[in-house]
């Protein structure tokens, strides 16, 4: 199948890129934020443990014990939000580094100039956020709608299946929009081709959450991949490549 195909040269062109020690340099804000993070996590780890309310008495520390549960529940919540934060941070602040990376890639590739300017720079940001906002709204849509069938007809069995793809789906549309938007489609131009093509949403959102689940270093690394990988799919599923001098080889894979 063509989607397949496709992230199949994506990753093959993506690590040709790395071996070539190119856009390596990406790494780079997405790593100083992960430290940001584990130092943050460090420093609130301590002041937990450092909070001792144990005072020798069995009754007093009965009573305590309920107001240290209700502390431990409270940098429970604190390191959920430090998590949240850092995962926002990760895909949309730094997208002005991913909108770079993804025209980078796309112009070693097939040639084509970009043009940057202040200007495009904010509206690009602006535009990754609203992406963001919509694909959450409408994976949530989602999920409400399958939640409702999954307990009319009990298919409970499968659940975690289908919510699997759902957000594989529409993270794999924001990924995408970098391309969308870098090529002048319009947000319902850039819904029209995601919903035309799910496969390749998919395929390329379960890459990203499957490498998202390596702790800690899971999120800057799949984000880079997915924004590199997506480049490259997207190219070849609108036939901006192979190039005219692409071998012949080559062209015969996308009739697989």
């Known amino acids: 199948m063509k989607p397949i195909n496709y992230h199949i040269k994506g990753v093959i062109e993506t690590f040709k890129a790395f071996a070539a020690g190119k856009f390596l340099i990406y ?7 992960t430290i940001i993070y584990l130092y943050l996590i460090g420093v609130t780890r301590g002041y ?15 009573a305590t014990g309920y107001v240290k549960e209700g502390i431990d529940w409270g940098f429970s ?17 730094l997208s002005p580094f991913n909108t770079s990376l ?9 040639g084509k100039e ?5 200007l495009r720079l904010i509206n690009d ?34 659940d ?17 929009d970098f391309a969308l938007e870098r090529y002048e489609k319009g947000v319902g131009s850039s819904l029209h081709y995601a919903f035309s093509n799910p496969l390749l949403m998919i395929l390329t959102g379960a890459i990203f959450l499957g490498i998202y689940q390596i702790p800690v270093v899971g999120i800057p690394i799949s984000v880079v991949l997915a924004v590199m990988i997506s480049t490259v799919a997207y190219l070849y599923s609108e036939k901006k490549l192979p190039k005219e001098n692409t071998p012949s080889t080559d062209k015969n894979l996308d009739n697989v």
């Open 48 to 62: 937990q443990d450092a909070i001792d309310l144990n005072t020798g008495y069995s009754w007093v520390d009965w």
């Open 114 to 118: 970009f043009e940057f300017n202040l």
């Open 125 to 158: 940001f602006i535009r990754m956020i609203f992406i963001v906002i919509l694909a959450i709204l409408l994976e949530f849509c989602f999920m409400i709608i399958y939640w409702m069938l999954s307990w009319i007809f009990g298919l409970d069995a499968i």
């Open 160 to 176: 975690p299946i289908v919510e699997f793809i759902i957000a594989s789906f529409f993270f794999g549309f924001s990924f995408y």
């Open 27 to 33: 790494f780079i804000p997405g790593a100083v934020i």
């Open 102 to 110: 993804a025209e980078k890639f796309d112009n070693s590739l097939t």
């Open 77 to 93: 919540g604190l390191y959920g939000l430090l998590e949240y934060l850092y995962a926002f941070i990760i895909l949309t602040a």
